[in-house]
């Protein structure tokens, strides 16, 4: 099996700190900063400590666990901005204090995306619309005029007043069901679950730069006892940043590109990341960006001295498309945001990706002999 390398971004950093320490990355042997090169035991994630100093110690993460908190986009406000209502979308009012807020209505939103993406009976999808029938009229109750007169710490207490309103909803709500096996199970998801939603802060764990005494560690990270870490796709959605420079030394990177977004955006995002961090990183050829509308399958940025070459391969390209039009089709099809995709759905994606490899295999196995002859003349 393939090492992993999971990725994240520290959010206080990549909102008002430098790219150093930006980007985390975990593994079965250790979690910390890429940039920094300030790690502990991965067993020690969340033990508290303080000046480098193990305060406490503290169980290890289970995977579940550190998988939620590494892909937690859900951190970050830019992906709550489209559940704020127009009354509070004005300058002053969304601050820390309505962040929780915003994130328990926008988790309240996806938990009834959702369960209508899997439930097909008709009476139950319209008591989901319903309830986020529900949900709406509770935020969009203006309370601006009230919101102004408060002080911080009053406004603060509101939200988690109207936080547990929002609980109130759609407890309410499956409390009215008709008792059939759904209300069974939508009981379930609000009496116990929503209840930790409303309580967890996410993407967090305890920090264990706080207090650090090293001048390499900016601000947003000495001076927190947690980590807010959130998807590391808010920076860059292939995680180049791991593999580039000296500690892994890598000679060849095979990228599959399957992010949404602009072609190429995660390979010019990585060039000006390692421009920024001073990291060796092949040279773009300008005229391969021109492709971006309808890409070929195989692109390869070979690298020169300590660069590593790329070889970039895009999922639906020239090969597996008509034209533009196909190609836009396809990446609409099977766009990120459906979960989930059904069986046939993740079979027919499985069959393209295998045809890629199988198609550029000759083109592999040339970039693969020529690391290999790379990495002998390293050590010649």
């Not at 836009?328 to 766009?335: G, N, P």
Request: hydrophobic residues 40%.
């Amino acid at each position: 099996n393939p090492y992993p390398i999971y990725c994240a971004v520290e959010k206080r950093c990549f909102s008002h700190g430098p790219l150093e320490g930006q980007w985390f990355e975990l593994t079965p042997h250790e979690a910390g900063f890429t940039e920094l090169g300030l790690f502990v035991h991965t067993s020690l994630l969340d033990s508290k400590f303080q000046r480098g100093d193990l305060l406490e110690k503290k169980p290890a993460m289970d995977m579940v666990r550190l998988q939620g908190v590494l892909g937690c986009a859900l951190a970050h406000e830019d992906i709550i901005k489209g559940f704020i209502p127009p009354w509070l979308n004005v300058p002053g009012l969304i601050d820390s204090a309505a962040e929780p807020y915003l994130h328990v209505y926008n988790a309240l939103s996806n938990l009834i995306f959702l369960i209508r993406s899997i439930v097909k009976d008709p009476a139950a999808l319209t008591d989901l619309d319903q309830l986020q029938q529900d949900l709406e009229a509770k935020v969009s109750c203006d309370q601006s005029e009230l919101l102004n007169s408060k002080s911080q710490e009053e406004r603060r207490s509101l939200f988690q007043q109207w936080n547990l309103e929002l609980l109130e909803v759609a407890q309410n709500w499956s409390q009215n069901l008709e008792n059939t096996t759904f209300k069974s199970h939508a009981s379930f998801l609000t009496q116990q679950i929503l209840p930790l939603v409303i309580k967890w802060e996410w993407g967090t764990t305890s920090n264990f730069l706080y207090q650090y005494q090293d001048s390499s560690v900016p601000a947003c990270l000495h001076s927190a006892e947690i980590f807010h870490l959130i998807d590391a796709g808010m920076l860059i959605n292939v995680a180049y940043p791991s593999f580039l420079g000296d500690k892994r030394d890598i000679d060849l990177i095979i990228a599959q590109e399957y992010s949404a977004g602009n072609m190429f955006e995660t390979l010019t995002l990585a060039r000006d990341y390692a421009d920024e961090v001073m990291k060796p990183f092949p040279e773009i050829d300008e005229t391969i960006l021109k492709d971006r509308d309808f890409p070929k399958d195989c692109y390869v940025l070979e690298g020169k001295g300590k660069e590593p070459t790329i070889v970039y391969m895009p999922l639906f390209n020239r090969r597996n498309c008509k034209d533009e039009e196909d190609f836009k089709a396809k990446r609409e099809e099977f766009s990120t945001f459906q979960l989930p995709f059904s069986q046939d759905k993740i079979q027919s994606l499985l069959e393209i990706a295998k045809a890629n490899i199988r198609n550029n295999r000759e083109a592999l196995l040339a970039e693969m002999r020529k690391a290999a002859l790379r990495r002998q003349s390293k050590r010649i």
